[in-house]
T-cell receptor, first 113, second 113 residues
Framework: DSGVTQTPKHLITATGQRVTLRCSPR?????VYWYQQSLDQGLQFLIQ???????AKGNILERFSAQQFPDLHSELNLSSLELGDSALYFC????????????FGPGTRLTVT | GESVGLHLPTLSVQEGDNSIINCAYS??????FIWYKQESGKGPQFIID?????DKRQGQRVTVLLNKTVKHLSLQIAATQPGDSAVYFC????????????FGAGTRLFVKA
């Protein structure tokens, strides 16, 4: 157990809908990272937050947004969902960032039908 | 759990043998490299890291080698065990361009008992 929690574990929704994925980092970790993993692709970095502020942005679509709250938990919002958005979404946290070990949560499996 | 990367390159080794997993990275400005292990149905787990000012680092049963000249990274696992069976990802984080971590495609390690 990495200490990072993600909810929900599974999510099934229809195209065009909007969902919110939630992540609670390890106690004391200030950085949160979001990744997307499709079955036929590796991990794609989406975005990083550090102590509430956006620190780095990767291949995140404009339909996706994220934020980190004062209690350091983070949410990833996915809107206007398409079939191709079906993937595993991982959250990771680290004490500082961007260098250093990242602790990954168990992931949220999103299925868009 | 659901398989990650159904068409990944696969390395098959006999239990007790040494394993070498290779990775070519893309960005000569990358300053920090990590190897992650991902078991089926779980999030990635940190194995070992290395900074660009080093060419070798050892952990418990694992060694990472970095060759900056040819932008190559390798992970050596000594006395491979069945529990080492997983997908292994290398990741690079450049010190310029926004610290965006880039993951390699992954290699599936299969340990034969």
């Amino acid at each position: 157990d990495s200490g990072v929690t993600q909810t929900p574990k599974h999510l099934i929704t229809a195209t065009g809908q909007r969902v919110t994925l939630r992540c609670s980092p390890r106690s004391g970790d200030l950085s949160v990272y979001w990744y997307q993993q499709s079955l036929d692709q590796g991990l794609q970095f989406l975005i990083q937050y550090y102590n509430g502020e956006e620190r780095a942005k990767g291949n995140i679509l404009e339909r996706f947004s994220a934020q980190q709250f004062p209690d350091l938990h983070s949410e990833l919002n996915l809107s206007s969902l398409e079939l191709g958005d079906s993937a595993l979404y991982f959250c990771a946290s680290s004490p500082t960032g961007p260098f250093g070990e990242q602790y990954f949560g168990p992931g949220t499996r999103l299925t868009v039908t | 759990g659901e398989s990650v990367g159904l068409h990944l390159p696969t390395l098959s080794v006999q239990e007790g043998d040494n394993s070498i997993i290779n990775c070519a990275y893309s960005n000569s400005a990358s300053d920090y490299f990590i190897w992650y292990k991902q078991e089926s149905g779980k999030g990635p787990q940190f194995i070992i890291d290395i900074r660009s000012n080093m060419d070798k680092r050892q952990g418990q049963r694992v060694t990472v080698l970095l060759n900056k000249t040819v932008k190559h990274l390798s992970l050596q696992i000594a006395a491979t065990q069945p529990g080492d069976s997983a997908v292994y990802f290398c990741a690079e984080t450049p010190s310029t361009g926004g610290f965006k971590t880039i993951f390699g495609a992954g290699t599936r390690l299969f340990v034969k008992a």
